[in-house]
């Protein structure tokens, strides 16, 4: 008894880390892959921060990532749109506000953060996060969640 209680209690501090988390730490490298598919922001949070790592060796020209969040029903329209508007905006179009948040381009080895408030999004709504380099959308996408 002593023993399931002891196992018990070494989770809670866990537990309650996860619950107060109002950050994350995602990566993707030269494998066109994020380290995660998805992503549990809490109601709770009055901002939420990613922080990403391109973890490969590839050159942000060459094989650039990022992480940027939009409504899932936006993501194929703004992956079109990205592409238009070229790396030296990111891949990303310019002022549209379908765009909810996002990193800037890194190559390997780089690190950079966004940091946006939870209450942009909507309850009931679905929301994706992916990497708007030239086509990697396709492949490097993941659901996002808000959650009590």
């Not at 009055?46 to 650039?64: L, P, Q, R």
């Not at 679905?126 to 990497?131: G, H, I, P, Q, R």
């Amino acid at each position: 008894m002593r023993n399931q209680l002891l196992f018990a209690l070494a989770f809670i501090p866990t537990i309650a880390a996860a619950a107060s988390n109002c950050e994350v730490n995602v990566s993707a490298g030269d494998s066109m892959a994020f380290n995660t598919r998805s992503i549990d922001i809490p109601k709770s949070c009055k901002e939420f921060t990613v922080n990403f790592a391109h973890t490969g060796t590839a050159s942000k020209a060459g094989m650039g990532h990022n992480w940027v969040l939009a409504r899932s029903a936006d993501v194929n329209d703004l992956a079109k749109a990205g592409v238009e508007a070229g790396i030296d905006k990111n891949f990303i179009p310019p002022n549209d506000p379908r765009v909810l948040a996002y990193t800037p381009l890194v190559g390997g080895g780089e690190k950079t953060s966004v940091t946006f408030k939870p209450s942009i999004l909507k309850d009931g709504e679905s929301y994706s996060f992916y990497c708007s380099f030239a086509f990697h959308s396709f492949m490097m996408r993941g659901t996002v969640k808000l959650v009590d």
